[in-house]
Structure formats: C-alpha cells, structure tokens
C-alpha cells in the first residue's frame, strides 16, 4: 500500500499561523515548565507562559517566510534564554541550565510524538 501526501496547508493563511503560534506557544510553555521545576525546584507555572511565546515566534515566522534553521535557531534559543532569565530571575548560570534543559526536554518531546505519529500514520487500515 502507497503512502498519500496530502498538504495540510494549501498557503499560510492567517488563521492557520495564528493556530500554530497558540500551540507552539502552549507546547513550548509546557516544556519550560518541566525544565524550571527540574533546576529551580517549585516553579511558577505562570511564568512559563512568559516563555513559550517568543521562540514560538520565531519558528513561526522563521517557517513562514523559509528562513534556514542555521538562522531561527540561534534566535530562538537566543530568545527563550532572554525570557526565561526575565521570566525566572536568577543568575546567568541558572538561567543556561535552564536554557539547556528546556531544549533539551522540547527536543525530546518532539521526537516522541514525531515517532507516534510516523506510527499512527503506518497503521493497517
């Protein structure tokens, strides 16, 4: 059985980018949640709702206008430690560790449900 492409997009419409900065946000938030309250302790989650939007943004836009990941990557992270750091306070160290963990468990997220879904999608039907 041949695998189908179907486009989820036909162009990036408003609404859609608007969808997907919410989610990214939402997801990112999450995950800076898990890495404060893995180096800080007894995190605020609030406050990673002050961090998820803004490397969110970039990816966003960095995908929406094709920038190469050599250029929204070192932003995004540049980004995120700059809203963790306003976000958590501490002191750079503190902040780095966090920086780290948190694109370390986002990258770790991704995978998995990278990894579900090429198996969801290769299901018998």
Do not use: C, E, N
Request: proline fraction near 7%.
């Amino acid at each position: 059985m041949a695998l189908i492409s179907l486009p989820l997009q036909t162009g990036p419409s408003p609404i859609a980018v608007l969808g997907t900065l919410l989610l990214f946000s939402m997801g990112l938030a999450v995950t800076a949640h898990v890495a404060a309250r893995y180096v800080v302790g007894d995190a605020d989650p609030k406050r990673a709702l002050l961090v998820g939007p803004w490397p969110a943004m970039v990816s966003v836009v960095g995908g929406t206008m094709t920038l190469p990941a050599a250029v929204t990557l070192p932003v995004a992270i540049a980004l995120d430690a700059a809203a963790i750091r306003w976000a958590y306070g501490g002191t750079r160290r503190r902040t780095a560790i966090i920086t780290v963990v948190h694109f370390t468990v986002t990258a770790l997220v991704t995978l998995i449900v990278l990894v579900a879904s090429i198996i969801w999608a290769s299901r018998p039907t």
